[in-house]
């Protein structure tokens, strides 16, 4: 997924586009925080308990981990997917120590070796020496996760550079449908489907049409309780990138014409995707993929390329901060392992991360309310660092504009300012002491209903 740098040239026309079409508060008929009960799209079940998971970790494994390749041509032999020490339950306890709820794994990827003994292709496990071609990956996950009290998800790549029926797009979409069937039917209960748009050629040198009509129908009628992932959603919409950087507006809602299907291309797709829609009629938020290291699959070159604390924290404000969900990619190694220093920084991002979110220095006080801003008035001075906003997003993403205050003595003091907040928006400012603090609402496109404004210090 490339492309990015689309964006960039119309963001000041966007932001010109959100002005227009967002409602001074002074002009809202606003006689309480309640919002009009059907004017916004609003979540899912799904998709609200999706975004309150906020990270989820992915696993790049496969041949490709064997090969120290990033993509793989479908020509590889099965023989060399051997990994001596495979532990899934060591991938999911060092996710969940570090707060991540959800693995997803690479159940495929483009050179269509399954990491599961698919009955529909000899390319899998089932051919390779591990396990004595009796191992499962899949089912090795998945027991890992409910062991761990996590949910599981899985890739399955589109694109197949093993199969011989793709580009015979009826006898394909049949296989991959198949494909699809085992693994929603076999393992219980899938929590995230991740799809993307790859499609290059085939073994026949032809292009594959996909059904993504049917792939989405089937899903729900397979695991109705899980969300679907791609550029197009229809659940949770790619962030437009692969930095881990959601844009600034972030809007959950959609315009579902602006990326008709996962893959689609042309002006505005990256826009779209970067920024959602104010007036969009879906509820699509974005999930913000980055791996840890500089290569999605374990490379040993890489060792030591693996990202710091510090930036791991940065791409947790840049996403989940961001109102997007954070995937971070951390490939399991050629013994099936998460390599020692990855698990060490993991560890050291989970750490950090409780540091910051562990201590409210504004946990207790009754916000004020009126119809443009939420004041915090403290019994005493605090110094902070962090500001964190949420809106309640069961009712609806309603604002556009806001600012965060301080009193300084004689005057309030904007110290941080932004467009949405939707789930989450975290504001990192020089340290601030005082004792009175404000969120101001500058705009939105409906009655807002800000849920919580939090104060954090962190060294």
Known sequence: MNGEGLFRGVLVKRRAFLASTAIPL?????RSWLPRVGSRPVPSPQQLAWHRDELALFLHFGVNTFTDREWGDGKEDPAIFNP????????ARTAKAAGFRTLILTAKHHDG????????????????????GKGDVVRELVDACKAEGLKAGLYLSPWDRHEPSYGDSPRYNDHYIGQLTELLTWYGPI????????????????RQVYDWERIHRTVRQLQPEAVMFSDAGPDIRWIGNERGVAGDPNWCTMDPAAVPYAGADGPGIIDALQHGDPNGSVWRP??????????WFYHPAEDNQVRSTENLMELYRS???????????????RDGLLAPGDVTRIGEFGSALRELLTNDLAAGVQGLRDTSELKLVLPAAVTFNHVVIEEDIAHGQCVAAHSVEAWDGSKWKVIAEGTTVGYKRIHKVPPVTASRVRMVIRSALDAPRISRVALYRTA
């Open 319 to 333: 996403s989940v901060g961001s109102n997007a969900g954070l995937l971070l990619n951390v490939p399991p190694n």
């Open 286 to 295: 974005g999930e913000a993929d980055v791996s840890i290291r500089p290569g």
């Open 113 to 132: 070796f399954c990491l599961w003994p698919s009955k529909l292709t000899n390319h899998s496990v089932a051919s390779s020496p591990w396990r004595e």
């Open 84 to 91: 001596a020490s495979l532990d899934a339950r060591q991938w």
């Open 191 to 206: 929590r995230e489907v991740w799809f993307d748009g790859a499609n290059g050629e085939g073994p026949n040198g032809k």
């Open 26 to 30: 002074a002009l809202h008929p606003l």
